[in-house]
């Protein structure tokens, strides 16, 4: 065998197969070639093994940190048809099978990433064995890209690890670490990393432990057998799956049919719906926008000249509060021991309860021992002086929205730090143009936006203006990769990207509100759009009083079309502003939860509702959205309708199964938008529905956002 991709050697009588030795990605997948090779390798095994030359075969990777992170998702796309798809999931299972058919033992030896495909080639293994690497993780994310695992994964894994286990990770996506699925027996043992390959050949030629268990896995057992206790099973977890998923996505439903209707068959015929279960996820609409935004993610997630670049070594925070101090926890988390500083102590104490309520939630899950709380919330050093800031490699400014207080913090900083530390604004509004005006070299300068939780929303829109090197922008999306953020690089201008697509959304709603549309109709029919949070209740989570003043400035910067409603100005008047004090459109309780509707807000509106169609309603709120991203590519804040579509899923909670604002677009076409922007013009507002020049020009010739 001539191979490229995998590695072959029998030693010892043992049979080694070997991933990843060959590949120059992070992460090792299986491609069509490798598939190929794996069929050529287990075809050999077979042969010798009737010849009696093996007692065993092993399966491992020769890349530290990852077994096999699945199959190669181009392979998945590449699919263009149902029956193309459910043949492809075909050869997958014949090869499994082959697997799983060899008389003498097989062991998959999993070190780091074991994902989808690479978690199904190991279930079909005799047992799989687990470093102790901490970054060790086994899980089945098909579900992610909307489908199903199609390599006999839904069909093996409730056979090693139960039902209620098997449905969690297969529903889910859900990642089990090793210490955890040796818990719960998806894995016979725990081996030390440097030593797995020397101790797995002894180990394979013993009969495999039993996996009965206790009385309690028993117990477990037996009620999963049993035709009522699964249908029980079964119907709460479609209960929960609809409750999480809203009916938008087709293939938790579809997994659950599956295993449901397969209970008691047998392999073959399993794994015959299973295949055509994989064809038909795979064509849907959903599943093609997922698979779009794994793509867009896994592109962010590169950067070509990264080792040239230099690494953040310890962060600073200049301004504490809950903003600040959830930078701050950024930066313990990632091991970059910061310095907070602000102008009193309460306000430091404030920044620190924030940091320390984040790690403490992660404490409570168990992401985190206790000792490494302690640890991260030690490594956080709050000062009101600038003392140790000349050992800082990022400054993070997180002070009050104000123009004048920010330049002047930024001019006395400069002098406080190295000629090469990086200085950034936490700013979600102002210039960052003016700002730098400030800094005697602001190359090294730009805007940082977080969004806010800092410890729950992935996006940081990174700012640029004139003056800021290529070298600064670089860093600074290296180091939020380092962070574990999705990073967008962004052109200075009103609202930067996502405050300035989302603010015509939020004051549309308020139209609605004065035009006498329920503050209920508005926030379900956006949640029946697909968006996490209707806009009042998102109004509630930014603050009544931010909404207003971002108002006003999306006003002066865009002109007639951005005509702030003066709603907010009236409801702040009230005294409400939100979750900041628990009253705003919404009241809640000192939890955050939702207790009722505030009705000194609702005194403020028409008293008399009217009703609208949910998908005029809808198209109110979201078009304007559309027509101002259209404005964003013509000024160059973006170059391309992907960048708004990361920025909007990760800042937003656009909805995923749509692809992202410009992918939906692109899907409705630019002509039927063209047309409902004329209609509302003319309705409803000639200034806020003008269409961009944009939109008229695809339009126009047909084209689409992506095309661009």
Known sequence: MQLTQLTFEVKDAIAYVGFGQHEKKSMTTLSRDAMEELRQIVTEIGVREKKKELKGVIFFSHKPGVFLAGVDVNLINSMKSEAEAARGAEQGQFLYNMIEDLRIPSAAVVDGVCLGGGLELSLACDRIYASDNPKTALGLPEVMLGVLPGFGGTYRLPKKVGLPNALDMILTGRQVKGKAAFKMGLVEAILPTERMLELVPALLVKPVPS????????LERVATENFLTRKIIFQKAREKVLEQSKGFYPAPLKILEVLEAGAGRGRDAYLAMEAQAFGDLSQTVVSKNLQHLFFLTDKSKKLDNKDELPTVKRGGVLGAGVMGGGIAWLFANSEQAPIMKDLNQAALELGLKQASGNFAS???????SEDDFNRKMRSITPTTSFDGFKGIDLVVEAVVENMDVKKKVFAELETKVRPDCLLTSNTSSLSV?????????SSRFAGLHFFNPVNKMPLVEIIAHPG????????????????????????????????RILAPYLNEAAYLLEAGVSIADIDQAALNFGMPM?????????????????GKIMQQGLGVRAVANGLSHKLTQTGALGRKNNKGFYLYDEKGKVTGKNPEIEALL??????????QLQMRMFLPMVNEAAYCLMDKIVDKAATVDMGMIYGTGFPPFKGGLMSWADTEGADRML???????????????????????LAQSRRKFYEL
């Open 211 to 218: 996996k009965k268990g206790g009385f309690e896995k028993t």
């Open 362 to 368: 992660a404490l409570r899950k168990r992401r985190m």
């Open 433 to 441: 143009t003016e700002m730098a005006s400030a800094l005697q070299d």
């Open 468 to 499: 800021a090197s290529q070298k600064t922008l670089q860093t600074l999306y290296k180091w939020a990769l380092d962070v574990k953020k999705t990073p967008v690089i962004v052109n200075d201008g009103p609202g930067f990207l996502v405050n």
């Open 534 to 550: 209707g806009p009042c209740r998102l109004m509630d989570e930014v603050g009544l009083d931010v909404c207003e003043k971002v």
């Open 606 to 615: 028409p008293s008399k509702n009217i009703s609208m169609d949910e998908t």
């Open 675 to 697: 047309a409902m922007m004329q209609q509302f013009a003319a309705e409803i507002s000639p200034e806020r529905y003008a269409p961009a020049p944009l939109l008229v020009e």
